[in-house]
């Protein structure tokens, strides 16, 4: 089991562009989450999903949309990329009813200039 | 809102030396969930409590959780370079138990 994987790993943007960052996860998980993390802020919730075909808003969700299309998959799209998006970006995935925590991707470190 | 806080923020110490961080929620929480991230890595689930009072160890990690169900701490016993890392504490928000309030971390060097 690869676990849960994220490309790309890297990637530098312009400010304006636009890009997909995708998260997949073999563990059959039903609860999917995009998170952001900043240094001295911990980690905020941007968009997240209790299954297949359901999306709902966390705490620092503009700018970003998101699909869950397959259940295996979790997409985050940036729009239109700002300074203020530069971040690493950490996907994770849970098993419903079970005291596992949640299982975290590799992350993707943005750059937007 | 619901918020989570950790202290200390930063903790340095030599290895050999214990090591303490500690988990304050604004809420009651019905668990509380620790992670590690090594730097430069990903958080790593270490474990989840769930009962007023109840205590957890894993090898010289102990973990506690406080009697009012709003605060928790991470005790490190004889710290190793291999602790080295941000130890994260998370409990369920109260109006979705889906997703988690993360604290801010508390970052721990260790000095060989």
């Known amino acids: 089991n690869a676990g849960v994987t994220q490309t790309p790993k890297f990637r530098v943007l312009k400010t304006g562009q636009s890009m997909t960052l995708l998260c997949a996860q073999d563990?059959?998980?039903?609860?999917m989450y995009w998170y952001r993390q900043d240094p001295g802020m911990g980690l905020r919730l941007i968009h997240y999903?209790?299954?297949?075909?359901?999306?709902a808003k966390g705490e620092v969700p503009d700018g970003y949309n998101v699909s869950r299309l397959k259940k295996q998959n979790f997409l985050l799209g940036l729009e239109s990329a700002a300074p203020s998006q530069t971040s690493v970006y950490f996907c994770?995935?849970?098993?419903?009813?079970?005291?596992?925590?949640?299982?975290f991707g590799p992350g993707t470190r943005l750059t937007v200039l | 809102g619901q918020q989570v806080m950790q202290i200390p923020q930063y903790q340095h110490v030599q290895e050999g030396e214990d090591f303490t961080t500690y988990c304050n929620s604004s809420?009651?929480?019905?668990?509380i969930q620790w992670y590690k991230q090594r730097p430069g890595g990903h958080p790593v689930f270490l474990i989840q409590?769930?009962?007023?009072?109840e205590v957890k160890k894993q090898k010289r990690l102990t973990f506690q959780f406080g009697e009012a169900k709003k605060n928790s701490s991470l005790h490190i016993t004889a710290t190793q370079t291999t602790d080295v890392g941000t130890y994260f504490c998370?409990?369920?928000?109260?109006?979705?138990?889906?997703?988690?309030?993360f604290g801010e971390g508390t970052q721990l060097t260790v000095n060989p």
């Open positions: 994770a995935s849970r098993e419903t009813g079970r005291d596992l925590g949640q299982f």
């Open positions: 563990m059959n998980h039903e609860y």
């Open positions: 999903s209790v299954g297949e075909g359901t999306t």
């Open positions: 809420t009651t929480l019905s668990n």
């Open positions: 409590l769930v009962k007023s009072g």
């Open positions: 998370a409990g369920p928000r109260e109006t979705s138990g889906s997703r988690l309030t």
